[in-house]
């Protein structure tokens, strides 16, 4: 069966945007240009070597962990959507091939950092948007960020995720909805919770 045979009334069905600077703003930022803050103070190299800040990135205490993950292609169906609390997860791609990400603005975090718990937990799909990558850069979510894994375009290409070992140990305690939930992670599932499905279109 073909990905738009599955599509019914009421699917939200996306057209991927190319991911700038610009308009990632709000959900994240892109990793891979030599973008933002440039550190003056490392400067073994002169100007041979330049580091820069293009992210405002996050981990509470000392959790975070690395991860390779491996894709295989997959329909292009948004099956579940997560957030995390805790650290602003990283995306980034080692094969050079594209892929698409789909993401929606936090929910519970304000502008300030701080959480407004009065909030449901669980994306608003009035803003969720589909984000192409050409796969010369990854990106890096702000915190609350809703997202479902990179959908490959071609091939079975590997990304470096950076997370939490937190966010890993949540991930393994899948609940009877087929949903997580931890201290550094809310994953639901999207047709439980709207009754639709969401699809990307290309």
């Known amino acids: ?22 308009n990632l703003a709000g959900y994240g930022w892109i990793m ?10 490392i400067n073994f190299y002169g ?5 820069t800040n293009p992210a405002d990135f996050r981990s509470e205490d000392s959790d975070t962990c690395l991860n390779l993950v491996s894709f295989t292609e997959r329909p292009l169906e948004v099956r579940w ?15 050079g091939k594209p ?17 407004d718990e009065s909030k449901k937990p669980e994306p608003n799909l009035d803003d969720v948007k589909a984000f192409y990558f050409d796969g010369s850069a990854g990106i890096v979510l702000c915190i609350g960020t809703w997202h479902e894994l990179p959908f490959p375009t071609a091939g079975n290409p590997n990304f470096i995720v950076i997370l939490t070992h ?9 609940d009877e909805n087929e949903e997580a939930k931890g201290g550094d992670l809310d ?3 999207i047709r439980r919770h709207f009754g639709h499905g969401i699809f990307i279109q290309v």
Not at 81 to 95: R, V
């Open 99 to 115: 892929f698409y990400i789909v993401l929606p603005k936090p929910t519970q975090r304000r502008p300030d950092g701080s959480w």
């Open 187 to 189: 994953k639901v599932r």
């Open 81 to 95: 959507m997560e957030c995390h609390a805790k650290h602003t997860q990283t995306f980034i791609p080692l094969s």
């Open 32 to 41: 891979g240009y030599p973008t933002g803050v440039k550190h003056d103070k």
């Open 1 to 22: 069966m073909t990905l738009m045979a599955q599509i019914s009334a009421g699917d939200l069905v996306l057209t991927p945007i190319v991911a700038t600077i610009e």
């Open 47 to 51: 100007r041979e070597v330049s580091v």
């Open 166 to 174: 937190e966010t890993v140990d949540n991930l393994g305690d899948q």
